[in-house]
Nanobody, 120 residues
């Protein structure tokens, strides 16, 4: 019923920037938090950043000062601006949404993932 479509990944040199986007569509009453998670080969999926519906943010220590999460509630869209990229940022990035219905019941949705590769 809900789809999250990610875009913006790609290959970038160390020190460069990328901007990821994730657009939610379908049967959405309200999205509470949205976030970005990364999963590198052989590692667990880890939180990169989250943003509440009111704009409060949480970042992983490894990306503080380099990445910025933002959202457009009217468009059900979340962004991740990634600056000063490092090789260690190389991973598949997944968008997540905490979707609430009219009774505040929660469903979790994930995007398909977008590859970010940082080269030296």
């Amino acid at each position: 019923q809900v789809q999250l479509v990610e875009s913006g990944g790609g290959l970038v040199q160390a020190g460069g920037s990328l901007r990821l986007s994730c657009v939610g569509s379908g049967s959405i009453f309200r999205i509470n938090a949205m976030g970005w998670y990364q999963q590198a080969p052989g590692k667990q999926r880890e939180l990169v950043a989250t943003i509440s519906s009111g704009g409060s943010t949480i970042y992983a220590d490894s990306v503080k000062g380099r990445f910025t999460i933002s959202r457009d509630n009217a468009k059900n869209t979340v962004y991740l601006q990634m600056n000063s990229l490092k090789f260690e940022d190389t991973a598949v990035y997944y968008c997540h949404a905490d979707v609430r219905d009219r009774y505040n019941r929660r469903s979790d949705y994930w995007g398909q993932g977008t590859q970010v590769t940082v080269s030296s």
